[in-house]
């Protein structure tokens, strides 16, 4: 418990986050040599092997990619980025997705953004985040979401910076971001059911 009495949340309670517009978007500089793409064929791997080593919250399986995005890799090659090292290895990766049945209608979705633990801390997914949140803005999404857990303070750190806001559902998320609230560097706004 902390000194405010509060209990901590569960690290896996799903929380949301939500940008209503894309004013002041920040950008972000990539490092002499890295580079981004877009999804190609065979990407499925690469996307896999750095969830595998990425991920604590939830079971990567090899089919999971599918049943995530589908089979259109037309769709693919258009909203998911690939962070590459000087050398050309795919270290992280975020999609431009879409859900149109969250909230009032249809939104742009920051989904299953990921950077392989040893590159972590680098300030490497700013341009990846960046460049996901600029493609939804030119696929036409005015507004986006995403979902994280309490347990990711950093990407929440990085989220609050990118000008996403708490957006809780219910009292538990309510409570969960009245105590992640003082713990992070970038102001959470009001926090009150959404």
């Known amino acids: 418990m902390l000194a405010s009495g509060m209990t901590p949340p569960p690290s896996n309670l799903r929380l949301v986050m939500i940008r209503p517009h894309w004013d002041g978007l920040p950008v972000g500089e990539l490092p002499a040599g890295w580079s981004l793409r ?9 996307w896999t092997r750095i969830h595998l ?7 990567i399986t090899a089919t999971l990619f599918r049943a995530q995005f589908g089979h259109d890799d037309t769709r693919l090659a258009a909203r998911q980025c690939y962070l590459l090292t000087p050398g050309g290895e795919p270290v992280g990766t975020a999609t431009a997705w879409f859900d149109n049945s969250f909230a ?3 939104w742009g979705r920051v989904h299953w ?3 392989a633990p040893a590159y972590q801390g680098r ?4 341009p990846l985040l960046a460049a996901v949140c600029q493609r939804l803005r030119e696929l036409g999404h005015d507004r986006a979401f995403l979902r994280t857990t309490p347990a990711r303070r950093p990407a929440i750190q990085l989220y609050l910076r990118f000008g996403f806001q708490p957006h809780p559902r219910h009292a538990e998320e309510t409570r969960a971001w009245q105590w992640l609230a003082p713990q ?9 059911q959404g």
């Not at 992070?184 to 009150?192: Q, R």
């Open 38 to 46: 877009w999804y190609q064929p065979g990407d499925a791997a690469h």
């Open 53 to 59: 080593a990425a991920e604590r919250e939830h079971a």
């Open 104 to 106: 009032d209608g249809r």
């Open 113 to 115: 953004v990921a950077l």
């Open 123 to 126: 300030g490497l997914a700013k």
């Open 184 to 192: 992070l560097k970038y102001p959470v706004g009001p926090i009150g």
